[in-house]
């Protein structure tokens, strides 16, 4: 038996008829207009008795146990099937974590939302999964240069470009495109009250476009401060950002032949961390952050890695910074994945992730400068444990095949 997929999606745009706190800038952006909707797009993937739904949502973040609560209602209806939830990151939707409300004590997500969206990405995960079909695989890495920079430390990018391509077996035609680069989604800036998925709208039209199938867009390492290098902040900017992302890609793509694929893996490891961040824990204290820390003060999150093809896809709770992001591609290539993928933001968002050796609490996390991304992180472990963590999925150390929900 070979790999087989399936593919759905749904429109998560919220409803202005209720006002609607934009999330990823400062707090109190109420959403004016919607200029392109936001959605969930969901890929499963199934050879033998591994199957698992990759589901892009076009949001700031989402936490771990609300996507737990998505992933219990997909099994009861799937049970063999395993649920990534990862969040897009785009700016310019709603506030899903709570902090960008209209004041300092008052979270920003609506509850009739959330409500809403988690049935509509159990669902559409569900569709994707009924839609499974027999197919071969292209992969191309391809680097995307000048349209990204890192704005904390100009010297370390990350340009890459990650294209996956589902074909038919028989025909070779697409049947879906998953597009991963490591950049925010905030070529429209802060004074932008449109909803938007800002370059990954582009993005994936040009793709479909070209392949009459459809294409979802990700993100890879994108913290610590991988951010657009666009000449303005218009919609015309994000729209040429996508296209030249969509052409490298179909580029890419059209110079590399299918393979099949017999079998994929895919492993879980869930892991313990501090939360040390005082704003944070201020944040849940006051409610604003939803979730539950263990007695001990940490926190679990969880990582996991799908080897399909020649590539390795290593997904990853948050914001992990590029530096971090190219060891951990190198580290995927040594351990034998030709093309090696990280997907952020995936089944949690704990904020930047960043290595140890660069965390610099600031003195006042009111007024970071130049460490705001330790101000908006669960603290100075984190790097190293997702690091640990990929190397016990790597080793199969602690890993673990599914995870078994109460
Ligand atoms: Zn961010």
Redesign the pocket.
Known sequence: MTLSVGYAQSVITPSLERPVFLA?FGRNRRAASVHDDLYARALALRAHDVAVIVVAADL??LARHEIQTIERVVQEQAPAAQLIVAAT?T?HGPDTLGLWGPDAMTRGVDAHYVAQLQQTLATTALQAYQQLQPVSLRIASTQVTGIARNARNPAITDEELSCLQFVDVETRRPLATLLVYPC?P?VLWDDNPHISSDYLCSMRRTVEYSTGAPCMGMVGA??G?MTPAMPGNRFEDAERMGVILGEAALTALAETAPQNVDAIDYRRHLFATPLTNPLFQMAMQAGLLTGQLNADGSLTTEASLLSIGDAAIFFMPG?VLPQLGLAYKTTLRAAGARHAVLIGLANDEL??ILPAEEFVYPDNPFEPGDHYEES?SVGVEIGSALTAALDALLHNHHAIRRIEHE
Do not use: F, K, T, V
Request: no cysteine; net charge negative; proline share 0%.
């Open positions: 990823g700031i973040g990151h700016h925010h905030e994108l913290g401060m914001e904020g930047y908006m």
